[in-house]
């Protein structure tokens, strides 16, 4: 995603790279921490979303088999959800084009989102279990959406300048057809161990109340205890988040994870402190971007080095200081995780699992340890079970 509920990367369009920059290296490395696990949520497998900028659609979705997983009891890992990522960023490209088309152009178009539009998506079409649809038609293993991404870029930018002056009834069967020969046909029944499903009936035996899942952000420009969408470009459904103080979307956090729930995580990963090698720690280093794959646009390529430095001090993290880095934006809309889990290093400082979505990579095979100060400073959103927020807190929400 560069996303809000969002991660989403904004890939460049037209088959256009990102100019490279500098990204300097990494000053801490896992040699210096050694984790103690507290408390830890079951989670499918991790997964890949490779060269695409789809991370909003694959961490709200590990986040809602945890959610499967948890409502169910299911205790055997062989018997997890694995839900199709590319179903759910498949309908989610063709909700935007329409509203892109609506909107005359005025609206961000790429394959970046948020959790909200995730959970909208399912709530209107469905879901599809993994093995019924890859959405890889296009000959790769893995997601390589540089060049369809450009190619719907180009469909909704002809067809949004209206050069019949009226706009026929048949540009969204030209644009899904795209995805059909990209990402193959939609199927209309399929099968999961013996029992056949349609989009809506597979997700309809989950168990989940959709209306459940609500968003939590902490700025002081907008008043605390309501709701606003969060101003980033990959929010385009306007996906709201309650605004409350710092300490009580922390508080959040802590709850769901000590309760059994998981955490949908969006936030900023262009930190220095954020590593390729399983790390995320807020240490006071000047960060700039990197080109190339979702993961080497916010860590770095394989072979840069980590400097050889021992475990850092972190910047202390308030309302204020949160707030200014988003309105200078070195707080930014990169990336979304899964975080299901507490932790504490050899000093006993607090650290968040969180699951990733580039593969088994890094030290910890596709695992990050987010330090608590991280997550206090570049969390932009989060998505979480109603029923996993502080009583309290709800009641001042005006919600039960």
Not at 178 to 193: R, S
Not at 280 to 285: E, F, R, S, Y
Request: hydrophobic share 40%; charged share 25%; aromatic share 12%.
């Amino acid at each position: 995603m560069k996303k809000i509920f969002t991660s989403a990367v904004v890939l460049a369009l037209a088959l256009v790279s990102v100019q490279a920059q500098t990204r300097p290296a990494a000053p801490v490395k896992p040699s210096d921490y050694q984790f103690t696990i507290v408390k830890e949520n079951p989670i499918t497998s991790i997964k890949n979303q490779n060269r695409s900028g789809t991370c909003w659609c694959f961490s709200a979705l590990s986040f809602l088999e945890s959610e499967v997983i948890r409502a169910k009891g299911i205790k055997d890992p062989a018997l997890y959800p694995d839900f199709s990522e590319m179903f759910v960023v498949r309908k989610s490209y063709h909700d935007r084009a329409v509203k892109f088309v609506r909107m005359d152009g005025k609206l961000n178009f790429s394959v970046g989102s948020d959790f909200g539009d995730a959970i909208d998506v399912i709530k209107t079409y469905g879901i599809i279990d993994q093995n019924a649809y890859s959405g890889l038609q296009y000959g790769y293993d893995l997601p390589v959406q540089g060049e369809l991404d450009a190619v719907l870029k180009g469909y909704v930018d002809a067809v949004a300048k209206n050069p019949n002056r009226k706009l026929t009834a048949v540009w969204p069967k030209g644009f899904d057809g795209i995805l059909d020969a990209y990402m193959g046909a939609i199927p209309e029944t399929f099968q999961v161990n013996g029992v056949t499903y349609t989009p809506e009936t597979y997700r309809d035996a989950q168990g989940l109340n959709l209306d459940d899942y609500i968003g939590f952000t902490s700025f002081t420009h907008h008043p605390f205890y309501t709701a606003f969408a969060v101003e980033v470009q990959d929010n385009w459904r306007n996906s709201p988040s309650w605004n409350v103080p710092l300490d009580e979307f922390m508080a959040i956090i802590d709850n769901a994870v000590n309760n059994g729930y998981t955490v949908a995580w969006g936030g900023d990963v262009s930190e220095a402190g954020f590593t390729r090698n399983g790390l995320a720690i807020l240490v006071d280093t000047e960060v700039k971007a990197t080109s190339g794959s979702d993961q080497e646009r916010w860590v770095g390529k394989a072979d840069e080095k980590p400097a050889e430095k021992a475990a850092v001090k972190e910047i202390a993290v308030n309302q204020e200081n949160r707030q200014q880095w988003f309105d200078e934006k070195t707080s930014t809309d990169d990336h979304g995780m899964h975080l299901y889990g507490i932790a504490k290093d050899q000093n006993g400082v607090k650290y968040y699992l969180i699951k990733n979505s580039w593969g088994e990579s890094g030290e910890y095979k596709g695992i990050w340890y987010m330090s608590e100060q991280f997550a206090k400073g570049k969390t932009l959103n989060i998505v979480v079970n109603k029923k996993a927020v502080p009583k309290e807190i709800l009641k001042k929400l005006g919600l039960k």
